[in-house]
């Protein structure tokens, strides 16, 4: 479903509430909940907003949708980034793990992470200039593996053009979360989204989500 905003102000508000309320739904019929979270500086204003709201935040487990292959105290590393905004407040009492591993290689990382995670309930998505959603990016090496339905939670991916080496969830991963949200800004993004709709393109990969009507997706977006 799309919804449009007209400010960030009003965009950022409503998507914190309505992952709010998906969680809180959640948590109603279950012990706990996972809610996978994208990084990069979009979802900032989110993270801060996020980690104020009155949370049974215990019962909350926090992951990443997506990691470049840098230590927590990189300038790029998404796990800095959420426990810069989003480890916060009463969102401090999630239980976050990480997908870097100290001392060890991408794959054994990878590795690691499959073996300790399943598909999230939530996740919150962005999508890049270029169609990528997660570290899916059209072209990478990995991404016919990623695009299987019967792949992993978690994989490698090593983008054609990006920085550093990445661990992403797998498009079977995303599909299998009970609620996505994607953010999104500006009449260009706008336009890639619109394209999106139109046919599954491995050019734009984000069009696997755009185009299954199974998928419970919520698109947020504001000039």
Not at 106 to 120: G, K, T
Request: glycine letters at 6%.
């Amino acid at each position: 479903m799309w919804h449009a905003y007209p400010d960030q102000p009003s965009c950022i508000d409503a998507l914190a509430h309505q992952v709010a309320s998906h969680m809180t739904t959640h948590l109603s019929q279950h012990d706990g909940v996972t809610l996978a979270v994208s990084g990069g500086r979009s979802p900032i204003p989110l993270f801060e907003r996020l980690a104020q709201l009155p949370l049974p935040w215990k019962r909350v487990r926090l992951r990443l949708v997506d990691e470049r292959y840098v230590p927590p105290d990189h300038p790029d590393s998404n796990e800095g980034l959420v426990r810069r905004h989003l480890l916060q407040g009463p969102a401090a009492a999630a239980d976050f793990r990480g997908l870097y591993l100290e001392g060890a290689g991408v794959q054994e990382a990878v590795a690691a992470a499959n073996r300790a995670s399943q598909p999230p309930d939530l996740a919150i998505l962005g999508m890049g200039e270029d169609g990528h959603m997660a570290s899916l990016f059209p072209n990478a090496p990995q991404l016919d593996a990623a695009l299987l339905p019967q792949a992993a939670c978690y994989l490698h991916i090593t983008p054609p053009h990006a920085p550093h080496e990445r661990i992403s969830l797998s498009l079977a991963a995303l599909r299998a979360c009970s609620q996505l949200a994607l953010y999104i800004t500006g009449e260009e993004k706008r336009s890639i989204w619109q394209k999106a709709c139109r046919a599954a393109d491995r050019n734009l990969p984000i069009s696997f989500l755009a185009t299954d009507t199974g998928v419970p997706l919520d698109v947020h977006w504001h000039p």
